[in-house]
């Protein structure tokens, strides 16, 4: 099975636009919203917002399904 390109590390390289949205909720019902929203990709703060562990790995899930790219800032080093 071939890895997928990664459209969103493509996109960067070519220096096309991007637009995304930093998520601080710590909600993974706000996140489902927000991936169907239609952004390019989806940053979940887990540094500068109420994040742990569990509700950074339930917010991804929550954007699997759809096409936004996510990107985790971790709470810890």
């Known amino acids: ?3 997928p390109i990664n459209t969103f590390k493509q996109a960067l390289a ?3 636009p991007q637009i995304g949205l930093w ?3 710590a909600d993974a019902y706000a996140t489902e919203i927000c991936a169907g929203a239609g952004f390019d990709w989806l940053l ?3 540094e500068h917002a ?3 562990l569990r509700s950074l790995l339930a917010q991804l899930q929550a954007i699997a399904p759809y096409p936004s790219h996510p990107i985790a800032r971790v709470p810890m080093g």
């Open 44 to 46: 979940v703060d887990g």
């Open 50 to 52: 109420p994040n742990d």
């Open 1 to 3: 099975m071939q890895t």
């Open 23 to 25: 998520l601080g909720l």
């Open 14 to 16: 070519n220096k096309e």
